[in-house]
């Protein structure tokens, strides 16, 4: 499956974004999805995560609270509303998805086969 992210931006602390990715090429409905974000100098880290069905999502301790992931497989999108930002929310972040027959979500890169391209989040204080 091939992996498209947009909608990052710069936005003030305090403000919202919300991101978007979206999948061809595959039965997405067979995708687990997770998104994962880079800062600068630091390394990759995931953020948030959605089973197959949408019935099992996932957050970093750092965003819970702030941040909701959904999917529309109709759609053959995920989304991440970002809310609350922060400066250090600032980085690119990245969608990836794995096939799986279970409502797992798991938080770490090498179980994601599929990644699509960054997308830039800016949060200025």
């Known amino acids: 499956v091939q992996l498209q992210a947009c909608g990052g931006g710069l936005v003030q602390a305090g403000g919202s974004l919300t991101l978007s990715c979206t999948a061809s090429g595959g039965a997405f409905s067979n995708y687990a999805v997770g998104w994962f974000r880079q800062a600068p100098g630091k390394e990759r880290e995931f953020v948030s995560g959605?089973?197959?069905?949408?019935?099992?999502?996932r957050y970093a301790v750092s965003v819970k609270g702030r941040f909701t992931v959904s999917r529309d497989n109709a759609k053959n999108t995920v989304y991440l509303q970002m809310s609350t930002l922060k400066p250090e929310d600032t980085a690119a972040y990245y969608c990836a998805a794995r096939t799986t027959v279970t409502g797992a979500v798991l938080m770490e890169e090498p179980s994601y086969r599929s990644w699509g391209q960054g997308t830039q989040v800016t949060v200025s204080s």
């Open positions: 959605i089973s197959r069905a949408g019935t099992v999502r």
